[in-house]
Nanobody, 121 residues
Framework: QVQLQESGPGLVKPSQTLSLTCTVS????????????WSWIRQPPGKGLEWMGA???????TYSPFLKSRTSISRDTSKNQFTLQLSSVTPEDTAVYYC???????????WGQGTQVTVSS
């Protein structure tokens, strides 16, 4: 059974960098057998889901053009984890952040439970 679990601070101050980690079990983020996009998605309060970016098994990254200048996704294959960093955060970055596995960038088949991040001083 494949499971994803987000972890990280729930409160970040404005102008700081938000950093979240997704730990994957039951699958490998570095295998080429199945080519998945290991993704980050967020949902601000009262708004829809927003895809932020993804990393593939080979370490190739792709980002939303709206967030690309502030977003970085990396991975630690020894721990089977991938990490989101979002710089220069503002209160508008307050959201529930999800990590997810995607066979295609338009279809996410396995999700983490999500973690609330609030940006506030």
């Amino acid at each position: 059974q494949v499971q994803l679990q987000e972890s990280g601070p729930g409160l970040v101050k404005p102008s700081q960098t938000l950093s979240l980690t997704c730990t994957v079990s039951g699958d490998s983020i570095s295998t080429s057998t199945n080519v998945y996009y290991w993704s980050w998605i967020r949902q601000p309060p009262g708004k829809g889901l927003e895809w932020m970016g993804a990393i593939t098994y080979s370490g190739t990254t792709t980002y939303s053009p709206f967030l690309k200048s502030r977003t970085s996704i990396s991975r630690d294959t020894s721990k089977n984890q991938f990490t989101l960093q979002l710089s220069s955060v503002t209160p508008e970055d307050t959201a529930v952040y999800y990590c997810a596995r995607a066979p295609y960038l338009t279809f996410f088949d396995i999700w983490g439970q999500g973690t609330q991040v609030t940006v506030s001083s």
